[in-house]
């Protein structure tokens, strides 16, 4: 009986941890609402800072503000001078880990594209697919803050995989709900498919 209340304290008492971590990451990123969206620096729960969270202006700027690290003190005014003359990239070169912006992009292309593919009479089957598709990627992304946001638009509003068309929508109004977050135009969902399935009516994408 012991053992049995001792494993259940240590239970709640790590929920109620995460439940505070959790609290504490949401507080943290209202206080931040003034920044925008792509300009946010995260960081994981164990402070090891996150690419894919970050912007490459943002992340480049930390990095020159921070002298690089050694293991002998005679090289640490080298090291530092070295690091405030570093030449940083104007923008993310094509073989560096993505940025927030860059693994963006890549992510809608991929889930327009899925939604594109996806069958216009979808089987029971194919439905209960693509909804463990998307709550699996909300889950996995690797920008863990954009990942919480989009499962909260889930939450909000239910994957809709009755048929291509609905699919392709419900991605076009997510996709949308982040734009505006980014202060970017949205876009007409009554387009989407000419955007990601058949190429626009004027012939341009052969």
């Known amino acids: 009986m012991r053992v049995y209340l001792h494993h259940h304290q240590r239970l709640v008492s790590r929920h109620y941890l995460k439940s505070s971590l959790r609290a504490l990451f949401w507080a943290k990123m209202e206080s931040r609402k003034s920044l925008p969206f792509s300009r946010m620096v995260c960081a994981y729960t164990d402070n090891i800072r996150c690419r894919s969270c970050t912007s490459f202006a943002a992340w480049s700027a930390m990095a020159a503000t ?3 690290q050694t293991h002998s003190s005679s090289s640490i005014a ?21 940025d927030v912006e860059a693994l963006g992009r890549a992510s809608w292309t991929l889930l327009h594209s899925v939604t594109a593919a996806y069958p216009e009479k979808p089987s029971l089957s194919e439905q209960a697919t693509a909804m463990n598709f998307v709550s699996s990627f909300g889950k996995l992304y690797p920008c863990n803050w954009c990942g919480e946001d989009f499962r909260r638009y889930m939450e909000r509003n239910k994957v809709r995989v009755g048929s291509r068309d609905e699919f392709g929508r419900w991605m076009c109004e997510a996709h949308n709900e982040v734009n505006q977050k980014l202060g970017k135009n949205v876009f007409d969902c009554n387009k989407w498919g000419e955007r990601w399935r058949t190429g626009w009516k004027d012939g341009r994408c052969g």
């Open 66 to 68: 921070k002298p690089a």
């Open 78 to 98: 080298t090291d530092t001078s070295a690091s405030s003359t570093r030449q940083t990239p104007a923008t993310l070169p094509d073989d560096c880990p993505p």
